[in-house]
């Protein structure tokens, strides 16, 4: 079935840093994929999206290119900010599927 | 303002108890899901419906109920038949289906003394 494996956290960086996530994905025939964040305590609030190859999503300076050849969908921003700190996750939904499937989730934390 | 309910914020309950957690929406969206998370690990799906009257079992609804009578309600009951029920849940809508984006409440969090 579709899965999504992303980099194990936690991840601390200092502000103004640059911040990768590696998300890679297994799914078949042509997924959309999705950057959720989740701060203290709330729900998940969608961050960017991709639904075909090739696609860049980007949102409050964050970017993700969706990479069909490597199956890949990076999260990356050349420099975050402590209000970035946070759990972001990386999911996919199957081309004919109903739900969102999640990687495990990366906790960054960003120090000032 | 739009968007998703949850409640209670947060939930303790004895065990053996059942309790029921509220989701509402005032998106008008068709289909609604709920799911669970635990620490580090992603969101598992308990059960999700497309319509009104319809819903159906995800990957982990063993001891959880549903009810879908109408189209802004999707309430989830956690039963004394789910072993391990201290989680977080989280309430989410789509417009349908096969619609790409899930809306996502604030979640309660649910703790089994």
């Known amino acids: 079935g579709d899965s999504v494996t992303q980099m194990e956290g936690p991840v601390t960086l200092s502000e103004e840093a640059f911040l990768t996530i590696n998300c890679t994905y297994t799914?078949?025939?042509?997924?959309?994929l999705f950057w959720y964040v989740q701060y203290p305590g709330e729900g998940l609030q969608l961050l960017l999206k991709?639904?075909?190859?090739?696609d860049k999503g980007s949102n409050k300076g964050f970017e993700a290119t969706y990479r069909k050849e490597t199956t890949s969908f990076h999260l990356e921003k050349g420099s975050v900010q402590v209000s970035d700190s946070a759990v972001y996750f990386c999911?996919?939904?199957?081309?004919?599927?109903?739900?969102?499937?999640f990687g495990a989730g990366t906790t960054v934390t960003v120090r000032a | 303002d739009g968007g998703i309910t949850q409640s209670p914020k947060y939930l303790f309950r004895k065990e053996g108890q059942n309790v029921t957690l509220s989701c509402e929406q005032n998106?008008?969206?068709?289909?609604m899901y709920w799911y669970r998370q635990d620490p580090g690990q992603g969101l598992r799906l308990i059960y999700y419906?497309?319509?009104?009257?319809?819903?159906q079992k995800g990957d982990i609804a063993e001891g959880y109920s549903v009810s879908r009578e109408k189209k802004e309600s999707f309430p989830l009951t956690v039963t004394s038949a789910q072993k391990n029920p201290t989680a977080f849940y989280l309430c989410a809508a789509g417009a349908d289906m096969r619609d790409n984006e899930q809306f996502f409440g604030p979640g309660t969090r649910l703790t089994v003394l």
């Open positions: 991709a639904t075909k190859a090739d």
């Open positions: 799914a078949t025939g042509y997924p959309s």
């Open positions: 998106l008008n969206h068709d289909a």
């Open positions: 419906s497309q319509i009104v009257n319809d819903f």
């Open positions: 999911a996919l939904k199957g081309s004919n599927d109903y739900k969102l499937s």
